[in-house]
């Protein structure tokens, strides 16, 4: 359902990402693993178009999409939560799960968030909380809680396991798994944390430096271990 | 003395709620489109004359002032939908040495084409019938209009700040100010988003010629008094903030008036020693941020 083939991100002059192809299909979800600084973020940001420059073709469930700007991307289903989560201070939890929601009323929106919200243990009575008022991770969570209201059909989710205890990261993959099998939301995740990405994903990409080094399954990444060795180990 | 001071305070209320007037839609598109717009005060002027086009020089009825105060408005805030997309829109991600330059250039050519349309005399515009009162209340005179222009500044105030705080639209609009990146992620168009907030910010500037055109002399320098004040105000009251310039406009008003019982030889100074002192003590302004 999205397709990149050959593309070439810049921000102004300095040229990020070389020649990067990759695909996710439907209902699939798909890692992408890689170093700090190895272009992440940037293969997302150019996913969304927001904040790059992008050479060669985007195809979203099959149109070249290169034309759309973020909103009218995130408006045909692609949702993103950015690394740094973005939390706005001035509304509440709820209203920030809320405004991800576009095509709605306001009181639909924010049933809906409501209801999301509720699912999740660790914001469930925090709804009327201020967004600025939140842990770390708790934004964290709420960010992930804002790509779902959207009700994407691919959610790009950005090292979403960052400043996560061990035990909350766990439940995480569950609920991540869970939650797109039911809604049927194909998965594109840039992580770092091998163990994590494995246990969500069936497809992995490693990138670096702007390049994509390894495309294939978890069982060929496992079966090169210099891959990890070269590109992934600190 | 008492009578002086009580006399300073009303006309500094006065003066502070006429120069809201003026600052409420300039704060509104900086703290939006972070575009400090130096031509704000020629549309607030542009808006007087629009006023004075409809109304004439002698007293209107109240409810004619008011529909052409509107109109002034709507006339302002469609040159502010031009000014959008002719120049706004092409400076959104530039320098601010650009904007400057940009709503400077603005500034000379509405000054310019108001020259040619409406000349250079002075018109006295006399307020609407209803306001042409004074009070003898407590011993100081009032003057019916200068309550009118208060109210007008308060009424403006609370519709924008209840507007921008408790709306969602307004919600939606200062996340467009506060992280225009995340908006459009999540599907917002902040391009309509901030060509709204040019209309609207115009809008006001129109709307606050029309109030306060009766008893200036209307020229093409109406306006310089309040600007001054103006941008002060929304400097001292946080760039962007509507509530800062809001409670910065009285205290300016305030001050500005109390000076000259103070300080009579000295007319004027006490708004640039408040200005200096505010940017010495508290740089970021009374709130910082968009509001
Ligand atoms: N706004 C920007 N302007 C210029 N260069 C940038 C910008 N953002 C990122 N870069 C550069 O692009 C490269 C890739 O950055 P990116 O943020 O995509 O890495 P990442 O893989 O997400 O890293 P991390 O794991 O640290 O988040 C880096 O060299 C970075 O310095
Ligand atoms: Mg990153």
Redesign the interface.
């Known amino acids: 359902m999205l397709e990149l083939s050959n593309i070439d991100t810049f921000y102004g002059e300095s040229h990020i990402l070389h020649q990067v192809s990759l695909a996710v299909h439907d209902k699939q979800r798909v890692a992408v693993l890689g170093r700090n600084g190895a272009g992440k973020s940037t293969l997302l940001k150019s996913i969304m178009n927001a904040g790059t420059t992008v050479k060669g073709s985007v195809k979203w469930r099959g149109r070249d999409v290169s034309k759309l700007k973020a909103y009218q991307r995130a408006r045909d289903g692609i949702a993103l939560v950015p690394e740094d989560r973005r939390i706005y201070n001035h509304m509440t939890v709820q209203e920030n799960v809320a405004i991800a929601r576009q095509g709605v009323s306001r009181s639909v929106a924010m049933t809906e968030a409501r209801a999301i919200l509720g699912s999740i243990e660790m914001l469930s009575t925090l709804g009327e909380r201020m967004g600025g008022a939140l842990s770390g991770g708790q934004q964290q969570m709420l960010a992930v809680a804002r790509g779902l209201a959207a009700k994407p059909e691919l959610i790009l989710l950005d090292e979403p396991t960052e400043g996560l205890a061990p035990v909350i990261v766990e439940n995480m993959a569950a609920d991540i798994i869970s939650r797109c099998d039911a809604n049927q939301i194909a998965l594109l995740l840039c992580e770092q944390n091998i163990w994590f990405a494995r246990k969500c994903t069936s497809h992995v990409y490693v990138i670096d430096s702007g390049r994509i080094v390894f495309d294939g399954s978890w069982e060929q990444f496992a079966e090169k271990p210099e891959i990890a060795e070269r590109y992934l180990a600190v | 003395m008492l009578l002086e001071w009580s006399f300073a305070i009303f006309s500094g209320l006065t003066l502070g709620m006429a120069a809201f007037l003026v600052a409420a839609g300039l704060t509104l598109v900086f703290g939006i489109l972070k575009i400090l717009n130096f031509a704000h005060g020629t549309f607030f002027m542009l808006g007087a004359y629009v006023t004075y086009s409809i109304l004439g020089t002698e007293s209107a009825s109240m409810a004619a002032f008011l529909l052409a105060t509107l109109a002034a408005g709507v006339v302002v805030g469609g040159a502010g939908w031009a000014t959008d997309l002719v120049i706004f829109r092409r400076l959104r991600d530039s320098d601010y040495h650009y904007t400057l330059i940009a709503t400077f250039a603005l500034l000379l050519l509405i000054t310019g084409l108001v020259k040619i349309i409406w000349g250079l005399d002075f018109r006295l515009v006399r307020p609407p019938e209803v306001l042409e009162t004074t009070w003898f209340i407590g011993g100081i005179f009032i003057p019916a209009y200068s309550v009118f222009v208060i109210a007008a500044g308060i009424v403006v105030f609370l519709i924008l700040d209840f507007g921008l705080q408790r709306s969602?639209i307004g919600?939606?609009v200062?996340?467009v100010a506060?992280?225009p990146?995340?908006a459009?992620?999540?599907?917002?168009?902040?391009r309509v988003v901030m060509t709204a907030a040019v209309v609207v910010s115009f809008m006001l500037a129109g709307i606050a010629g029309g109030l306060l055109l009766p008893n200036q002399s209307l020229s093409p320098a109406l306006g310089d008094v309040f600007l001054l004040l103006a941008f002060t105000a929304v400097i001292i009251g946080g760039l962007g903030n509507v509530r800062g310039a809001f409670i910065a406009s009285i205290l300016l008003g305030l001050i500005e008036s109390v000076s000259t019982v103070l300080l009579p030889d000295l007319p004027g100074i006490s708004i640039f020693v408040a200005l200096i002192v505010f940017i010495l003590v508290r740089p970021q302004g009374i709130f910082s941020g968009a509001?």
């Open positions: 969602w919600k939606t200062q996340s506060r992280d990146w995340m459009e992620v999540l599907g917002i168009n902040n509001q």
